[in-house]
């Protein structure tokens, strides 16, 4: 398994040169909420879908 340095540097060396720290900020932000998104998911940490009904009718309403 590749270290998290070593993915860091890969992503950024994919990205275009004129890219800005903004750019790369933002792009490691999404990653790491993708990857918390993924491990919730293995980890079974989710709201099943009737539940997920059920708060949006009260949202909605």
């Known amino acids: 398994m590749a270290s998290l340095k070593a993915d860091i540097i890969a ?32 980890d079974g940490d989710t709201v099943p879908h009737e539940q997920v009904k059920e708060n949006m009718k009260k949202w909605l309403n």
Not at 11 to 39: H, N
Request: aromatic share 6%.
């Open 11 to 42: 992503m950024i060396e994919q990205m275009p040169d004129d890219i800005s720290v903004s750019d790369i900020m933002a792009e490691l932000y999404f990653r790491k909420k993708v990857d918390a998104g993924l491990k919730a998911l293995d």
